[in-house]
């Protein structure tokens, strides 16, 4: 095993950030009128995943400081995501 360095090195910021462009490519496919709602959101999402892994790597050295960015990341990200595609789902039935 490799000595981890930076969080760039951490495997799972590393599937993060594939996940995160995978969303980006398949978000193109988005209804034109969620562009600045859902498509935008989901993205933004994505790339707040990898940005709470490198804070997190940051504050590693405070163990409570470091588990709770990422907790409370997750948290959030679940609630908005969720939140518009209910809507989503909603205007398509209608």
């Known amino acids: 095993m490799s000595k981890i360095e930076s969080f760039k090195d951490l495997i799972v910021y590393q599937k993060a ?6 969303i980006f490519e398949i978000s193109k496919s988005f209804p034109k009128e ?17 940005s709470c ?3 997190s790597w ?8 470091f588990v709770n960015k990422l907790t409370d990341s997750l948290g959030e990200e ?3 995501v969720r ?4 809507r989503l789902i ?5």
């Open 17 to 22: 950030y594939k996940l995160a462009m995978e």
């Open 34 to 50: 969620e562009k600045y709602s859902l498509t935008d959101q989901v993205r933004r999402s994505s790339r707040s995943v990898t």
């Open 53 to 55: 892994i490198a804070e």
């Open 78 to 80: 679940k609630a908005e």
């Open 58 to 65: 940051a504050k590693r050295r405070y163990e409570k400081s």
């Open 83 to 86: 939140v518009k595609a209910k």
């Open 90 to 94: 909603k205007a398509e039935s209608r």
